[in-house]
């Protein structure tokens, strides 16, 4: 989704005291220098890592990895294939750790040779891109696995503490009391019954309305389903089993236990802390696909 361009952002890429100078891959692809690293080319099978800003001649931001705390790889691939190679990955092979460049393009051309595919349909042609690119690192894939791991845990935990702070101002601020679960799901039990209750392993048939917190926009609901417990989200396997027949609750998950960094298919977007009222109206030990019903 295009957002306002963070100029905080672009400051750790440019530099008004280095002088740009432009390069030209063996294939033609051109881009500028920014300002220049420590001069050791990638060797075959390393991998570079590096940051990037994606925005148009508007100055909005398509994307970028700031945000997110996760840049991106490129592994370095054996010479020969050096003339099969777009631009954009032959410009790889002449970066060194600490280098920035800009690439700038056409939207249309930018497309076709950097992301591969014509431009949408529904998007300006008449737009410019620049990529911003930092390289933060050449490592060898061994040495990148470990960072990635590291990046990933880091990333989970900071955002992990991120959705617990989000659901407690959404309670304060509601004047909602709520217990907590040791996984950080918070809930609001409505009704209980004393029913008996599902495990993982059943199926269940549920009434439901699911929402996103920071909006309330509501993204599904549905006043009869049933499924397989074991074949959803995390935070209905750990939710869903506190309910017995009859009972009815609310629940806050955490992304984590959601759709996590991914989303889902542009209606839950990333890192999304999810709001989810729910009637457990009845379970079994399998799912009838078709009746659509537990058995």
């Not at 001649?57 to 054996?78: C, E, F, H, L, R």
């Not at 392993?201 to 074991?230: H, I, R, T, W």
Request: hydrophobic share 40%; glycine share 8%; aromatic share 10%.
């Amino acid at each position: 989704m295009i957002r306002t361009f963070n100029a905080l952002i672009g400051l750790t890429l440019l530099c008004a005291a280095c002088a740009p100078s432009e390069k030209e891959t063996p294939n033609g692809f051109k881009y500028v220098v920014i300002s220049n690293g420590d001069g050791v080319l990638p060797k075959r099978e390393q991998v570079i890592v590096f940051d990037y800003l994606l925005k148009d001649s508007k100055d909005s931001v398509w994307s970028d990895t700031y945000s997110q705390g996760m840049p991106i790889a490129i592994p370095i691939a054996d010479s020969s294939a050096i003339a099969n190679e777009k631009g954009m990955f032959q410009m790889f092979r002449m970066l060194s750790k600490g280098d920035s460049v800009r690439v700038t393009l056409p939207l249309p051309k930018f497309f076709l040779e950097v992301v591969g595919r014509p431009a949408p349909l529904e998007v300006d042609s008449s737009l410019s891109l620049s990529y911003f690119l930092k390289v933060k690192d050449i490592m060898e894939l061994d040495a990148y696995r470990e960072f990635q791991t590291g990046l990933i845990e880091n990333r989970r935990l900071d955002q992990q503490s991120k959705d617990a702070a989000a659901i407690e101002k959404y309670l304060s601020d509601n004047s909602i009391t709520a217990q907590k679960d040791s996984t950080g799901i918070m809930y609001v039990i409505h009704t209980s019954k004393g029913g008996a209750k599902p495990g993982v392993e059943n199926c269940v048939e549920v009434s439901y309305k699911g929402a996103l917190l920071d909006n309330g926009s509501v993204f599904d609901q549905q006043p009869k389903m049933a499924f397989p417990l074991s074949r959803v989200i995390m935070g209905w396997q750990r939710a869903i089993p506190m309910l017995g027949v009859g009972d009815s609750a609310t629940f806050y998950i955490p992304s984590g236990l959601g759709y996590g960094p991914q989303g889902s298919q542009g209606v839950i977007p990333p890192d999304a802390v999810l709001v989810f009222d729910v009637r457990l109206l009845a379970f079994g030990n399998g799912f009838d696909p078709n009746t659509g019903n537990c058995n």
